[in-house]
């Protein structure tokens, strides 16, 4: 029914060109309303229905005023993007496309970065990455060990400017547990090369510590407390100066640092003997005027100089006595089980003798397979350079002294200072009768000079024993009434 009416009501739908489009007869809203013209009654068509259609329009109008003043805003910014929305729709489907054109290779590209950064395989890439965050966990750590070195040279540096304070013994003990500690972690980390070159700078320092101690042995007036602590370090900083060698024989345990002791005290006694010099010229002044006037002696008229020679004899054979005692009593402590090795005694005995040594070392076992035998201790050999350095002195000097008087005081300091080696096992107070030998080969003695110079040294000897047996006899306590004369022995010269 509504479709022959929507027919017959075409023709009066305005057609003009600004009108509104005809509306379309499968509009709900078209269908509608015709449905509800079949329902009412004809009179209403022509009276009522215009009336309602005309009160509708105006509502409708009122509504659509109210409507564009409350959103004219948001009526103007939608017409806006309505009118954009042409332009995006366009660029946004090209977009599109293209998007899901790049995914597969986005695709390709996830699979392969997957692949090749994956912690199952072994990348280089990933390697130093690793590498460099443990190194960033690990930098105070790291910073730490690069700092053992110089810690460990400024700790040395500051041990070898405080000399013997009692901040070195501190400082030297801090130094070796430093050294200690980068060799473990070298035992711990032996292929890393940040450790070997921490190893390297630190056996650089304990060179140089080495040098820094032994330089130390040489210092003026060691004490024994000093001395042992320097030993014990330098056994710890170089163990191969401590290795003994064995030889069918016993090993000496002080090694070569027994000899490097000795050379070192024997540098300081001879460096502390150099300060006499300026009696030393003086003394050589008084030989070469002697020389110069070999006649002097034989016309009768006794020379009297050797004021000079005197003096510097007496000073030298002072420090002679103090040092050698010193140095020798200083290596018996510091290796004690040195002094108690056997050395072959046979043709060291007749050194011995030929210097005037009366104390012999014991005989030593040597084995049959070694030609050379078994290498004796350092000190075994040590006193026999003291006293030829001591002898040649004597020797060089003595014949510029002609005063009776002055030459027995110096032959009995001479006997007092083998009595003080002699305390450790080395008189040579013997050797006497060879600087009289000595003294009696001059060109410038006559015969009568020859047969008084034995009796001399004789004399000097017989009233040095005379004098020792007193003191000791003081010493025991004996009374004035019980003392006994000492028995006088005389030797015949050698």
Known sequence: MADPLYELLVPFFDSAPSSRPIPSSNDPVVTSYLNSLLTL?????????????????????????????????????????LASLQEALPLLRKETRKLSDGI?????????????????????????????????????????????????SSTISSSSIGGQIMGTTVNYASALDLHSHIKRLHQMYPDSGLVGSILLQAEVAMQEMTISLIASLRAQNIKLAAGMRTVG?????????????????????????????????????????EALDPLRELAEQESQRRLQNPDTASNGNIWSGGQQTERYLKRYIEIFREQS?????????????????????????????????????????????????????????????????????????????????????????????????????????????????EGSEDGDDDDDDDDDEPCEWAEVMKKH????????????GATSADHKAPVERHYRPL
């Open 41 to 81: 009654p004809l009179s209403s068509l022509s009276s009522s229905e215009p009336q309602a259609l005309a009160q509708s329009l105006h509502s409708n109008i009122l509504s659509i005023q109210a409507l564009s003043t409350r959103s004219n805003k948001s009526i103007i910014a939608t017409a806006d993007h």
């Open 325 to 437: 005692f010193a140095i020798i009593s200083m290596y018996k402590s510091i290796f004690p089980s040195a002094t108690t090795d056997n050395v072959n005694g046979g043709d060291l005995a007749s050194k011995f003798l030929s210097f005037g040594l009366k104390t012999l070392p014991p005989e030593r076992s040597v084995g049959k397979d070694d030609p050379f035998g078994p290498l004796p201790s350092a000190l075994a050999t040590f006193p026999l350079h003291l006293v030829q350095l001591l002898t040649e002195t004597l020797k060089r000097y003595m014949p510029n002294i002609r005063d009776k008087a002055s030459r027995e005081s110096l032959l009995t300091q001479v006997l007092y200072c083998a009595g003080s080696l002699g305390r450790l096992g080395g008189d040579f107070s013997i050797i006497m009768a060879l600087l009289a030998g």
């Open 104 to 152: 597969p290779t986005l695709d390709s590209e996830a699979v392969r970065f997957s692949t090749k950064y994956t912690r199952s395989a072994e990348n280089e890439v990933l390697d130093r990455r690793k590498r460099a965050l443990l190194m960033a966990r690990n930098v105070d750590r790291l910073s730490d060990i690069l700092d053992l070195p110089t810690l460990l």
């Open 465 to 476: 024993r005379i004098l020792a047996g007193r003191l000791e006899m003081l010493a025991s």
């Open 233 to 273: 370090w330098l056994r710890r900083v170089a163990p191969e100066l401590n290795s003994g060698t064995k030889s069918n024989g016993p090993v000496h345990d002080e090694g070569t640092l027994g000899s490097l002791f000795l050379v070192c005290r024997l540098a300081n006694l001879v460096s502390t003997l």
